[in-house]
């Protein structure tokens, strides 16, 4: 497995970050924004209309962010459903990117955690974790919120298992 499964492209995504998320300016960004309100920057294509002046306007924080493709994999799932329309699919959509992100985060940790020459069994677990992590953030199973909970919880405490070897 390489990275390729941690790479966001903006190019498949409509603008999730941008509108999803909360963001404020004390933290690098041009201005405060609650989750669920688009940017302002944000054009009628889901694109952002600083993409290139970001840094030079004060949006540090959009140049640090990186949804490790979770905003690709949401916007997928979502593609034939009337979410522009619809503000109930819009929040499942935004839920749905906020999952896929923690997701990705935790296959993120666990494809670094290769590089910490395991001991076999806690290789072979590793494996597994990750084989369910990517089965959820891979999936296009709409009811994964129950199973991703879990899987999350589990998997963060092997995570912190790490510690100790």
Same mark, same amino acid.
């Given at each position: 497995?390489?990275?390729?499964?941690?790479?966001?492209?903006?190019?498949?995504?409509?603008?999730?970050?941008?509108?999803?998320?909360?963001?404020?300016?004390?933290?690098?960004?041009?201005?405060?924004?609650?989750?669920?309100?688009?940017?302002?920057?944000? @054009? /009628?294509?889901? &694109?952002?209309?600083? +993409?290139? =002046?970001?840094?030079? *306007?004060?949006?540090?924080?959009?140049?640090?962010?990186?949804?490790?493709?979770?905003?690709?994999?949401?916007?997928?799932?979502?593609?034939?459903?009337?979410?522009?329309? @619809? /503000?109930?699919? &819009?929040?499942?959509? +935004?839920? =749905?990117?906020?999952? *896929?992100?923690?997701?990705?985060?935790?296959?993120?940790?666990?494809?670094?955690?290769?590089?910490?020459?395991?001991?076999?069994?806690?290789?072979?677990?590793?494996?597994?974790?990750?084989?369910?992590?990517?089965?959820?953030?891979?999936?296009?199973?709409?009811?994964?919120?129950?199973?991703?909970?879990?899987?999350?919880?589990?998997?963060?405490?092997?995570?912190?298992?790490?510690?100790?070897?």
């Amino acid at each position: 497995m390489d990275d390729v499964e941690l790479q966001s492209d903006c190019s498949r995504c409509v603008g999730l970050c941008c509108i999803a998320l909360s963001f404020s300016r004390a933290d690098g960004f041009g201005h405060d924004k609650a989750a669920g309100e688009p940017c302002y920057h944000l @054009d /009628s294509q889901f &694109r952002c209309s600083i +993409h290139e =002046r970001r840094e030079d *306007l004060g949006y540090d924080g959009c140049e640090a962010f990186e949804c490790l493709g979770a905003g690709q994999r949401a916007t997928a799932m979502f593609a034939t459903q009337n979410w522009r329309r @619809d /503000s109930g699919i &819009r929040r499942q959509m +935004h839920a =749905r990117f906020s999952l *896929l992100t923690r997701l990705q985060e935790v296959r993120q940790a666990l494809m670094t955690a290769q590089t910490l020459g395991l001991p076999q069994e806690v290789e072979a677990e590793r494996l597994v974790y990750l084989a369910r992590i990517s089965e959820l953030a891979d999936g296009h199973d709409e009811n994964i919120e129950s199973r991703a909970v879990a899987v999350l919880a589990e998997t963060r405490n092997y995570i912190r298992s790490l510690a100790s070897i």
